[in-house]
């Protein structure tokens, strides 16, 4: 064969590459499929218990506030703009809570020592108290429920939630504002 008659790479007529069918699509997409399902199964099963785990905190206390106590007593003298970021609300939805929560004595506004615009928020002594209870509650029903299962398991599965909740809100903040796809 002659040098001439070689066809190179570059020479080559570009190969029809098929689309993927249908099937394709689903099959790649199934984890996710799967996934959209089991969150949303946890979600509607967390809501429906997030009102008793509430009423365990106060007999007033909203279900949505559950998780500003506890990220509270997570991160004691944190600020309102913190919680705003953290839970991806604006400022005047946390300061509505938060005003309630006051008035329900669980939680205090103390001048930020650093900035005397700003306010530090805790937890009063009976809002330590009433969330630690509620707290160890959620973690008994959790052990319960999950009895039959290995310790790695549960550890693995907190790790994945943290590492999902982490990746999901990165994609947020980037997208915010554009729908998905």
Do not use: C, N
């Not at 509270?72 to 609300?89: K, Y």
Request: no cysteine; proline share 6%; hydrophobic share 45%.
């Amino acid at each position: 064969m002659l040098e001439a008659d070689k066809i190179s790479v570059d020479d080559a007529a570009p190969v029809p590459v098929a689309a993927p069918s249908l099937d394709d699509a689903l099959a790649a997409s199934e984890p996710y499929v799967a996934l959209e399902r089991e969150v949303r199964m946890i979600i509607r099963r967390a809501q429906s218990s997030a009102t008793l785990t509430a009423r365990r905190v106060h007999p007033d206390l909203e279900a949505s506030a559950y998780p500003l106590l506890a990220y509270i007593a997570q991160h004691p003298g944190t600020r309102g703009s913190d919680l705003a970021v953290a839970f991806g609300v604006g400022r005047a939805t946390v300061s509505r809570q938060l005003s309630r929560l006051v008035a329900l004595g669980l939680v205090q506004r103390d001048v930020d020592p650093e900035d005397s615009r700003g306010q530090r928020i805790t937890l009063t002594d009976d809002g330590a108290q009433r969330f630690e209870r509620a707290r160890a509650a959620r973690i008994t029903m959790f052990r319960g429920a999950l009895a039959d299962w290995d310790p790695d398991d549960v550890s693995q599965l907190a790790t994945l939630l943290h590492r999902y909740l982490a990746d999901l809100t990165a994609w947020q903040t980037v997208h915010a504002g554009r729908p998905p796809g």
